[in-house]
């Protein structure tokens, strides 16, 4: 009867230790957030201006038509050339902040990315 209890209670470590870990269970890409999308148009950015929590996602939509860039005021923390027509560019930060960002070619077009904690 001891053995039976024994077996038992180890049965339930088992099971409870298996049950604690991640074993087989991946984590998905980019987190559990949904993307925030930013439709380029040929002269504006739609919305001009989104708020997101740190390690959110930002797709970029080009609907302007033709190829275009995007690049933060400082071309440091967005950087990308030749987003092509009907195509999308997917940003990701995990620092907290403002990014100002310009259509390449229209410096007057600008864009704002606040990320909160």
Do not use: W
Not at 20 to 35: H, V
Not at 40 to 54: N, Y
Not at 89 to 99: Q, S
């Amino acid at each position: 009867m001891k053995r039976n209890v024994a077996l038992t209670v180890l049965g339930f470590i088992v099971l409870a230790l298996h049950s604690c870990s991640n074993k087989g269970i991946s984590e998905a890409a980019g987190g559990d957030l949904p993307t925030n999308y930013i439709i380029i148009r040929d002269g504006s950015f739609e919305p001009v201006r989104v708020t997101a929590v740190r390690n959110s996602t930002f797709t970029f939509v080009n609907h302007s038509g033709a190829t275009t860039g995007i690049y933060s005021m400082d071309s440091m923390v967005i950087n990308k050339q030749n987003i092509a027509a009907n195509t999308s560019y997917v940003f990701k930060k995990d620092t907290v902040g403002t990014i100002i960002y310009r259509m390449a070619g229209k410096p007057t077009v600008t864009g704002s990315i606040v990320i909160i904690p």
